[in-house]
T-cell receptor
Framework: DGGITQSPKYLFRKEGQNVTLSCEQN?????MYWYRQDPGQGLRLIYY???????QKGDIAEGYSVSREKKESFPLTVTSAQKNPTAFYLC?????????????FGQGTRLTVV | AQTVTQSQPEMSVQEAETVTLSCTYD???????LFWYKQPPSRQMILVIR??????QNATENRFSVNFQKAAKSFSLKISDSQLGDAAMYFC???????????????FGKGTHLIIQP
């Protein structure tokens, strides 16, 4: 079945540590996104990538980094510079500009700072 | 920049009744897409319905329909014959047609928590 897989489902980070969240899709989508979800805040865009080896900052990119070395993969690193990383993180993908598809989401990763 | 506003943090409805969730948005663009997503307790985001701005006809998907008022920038979701499985967070979202076909992502409202009373 085609879809988006995020791992791990739960992640714990110590103060000062970098952690990487995985996102893999087999939908052959060009565009991929990372969103952060906090209670009462909806979803906010962290980074997005329209094509391999290219990515752009979203609304809240500070303290995060990404890479897009393969079409299928778009990992997100939460760095120690992110002061309040505890949140639910959602990865999504969508087709290219000519297909006008909606975004498909993974099941999310819950990150907690301990 | 576009903004999406959901003015109802929480709504409650009796099972089998009809409920309408509100959404307004602000944009200077004429071509765009609007979506309603459902997020149940599992936190999986599920597309409920989509509307293309150039279409005057309101989208419908079984018990779900929208009232799209382009001039008023309003996009409400009506759920008919509410079922217990409809209980979830509902998010309204906007996608630009101009920014690489919308590949710069969706703009979301803050969500409405829908409670279904048995």
């Amino acid at each position: 079945d085609g879809g988006i897989t995020q791992s791990p489902k739960y992640l714990f980070r110590k103060e000062g540590q970098n952690v990487t969240l995985s996102c893999e899709q087999n939908l052959n989508h060009d565009a991929m996104y990372w969103y952060r979800q906090d209670p009462g805040q909806g979803l906010r865009l962290i980074y997005y990538s329209q094509i391999v080896n290219d990515f752009q900052k979203g609304d809240i990119a500070e303290g995060y980094s990404v890479s897009r070395e393969k079409k299928e993969s778009f990992p997100l690193t939460v760095t120690s510079a992110q002061k309040n990383p505890t949140a639910f993180y959602l990865c999504a993908s969508s087709g290219d500009r000519y297909s006008n598809t909606e975004a498909f989401f993974g099941q999310g990763t819950r990150l907690t700072v301990v | 920049a576009q903004t999406v506003t959901q003015s109802q943090p929480e709504m409650s409805v009796q099972e089998a009744e009809t409920v309408t969730l509100s959404c307004t948005y602000d944009t200077s663009e004429s071509d765009y897409y609007l979506f309603w997503y459902k997020q149940p307790p599992s936190r999986q985001m599920i597309l409920v319905i989509r509307q293309e701005a150039y279409k005057q006809q309101n989208a419908t998907e079984n018990r779900f329909s929208v009232n799209f008022q382009k001039a008023a920038k309003s996009f409400s979701l009506k759920i008919s014959d509410s079922q217990l499985g409809d209980a979830a967070m509902y998010f309204c979202a906007y996608r630009s047609e101009y920014s690489g076909g919308g590949a710069d992502g969706l703009t979301f409202g803050k969500g409405t928590h829908l409670i279904i009373q048995p």
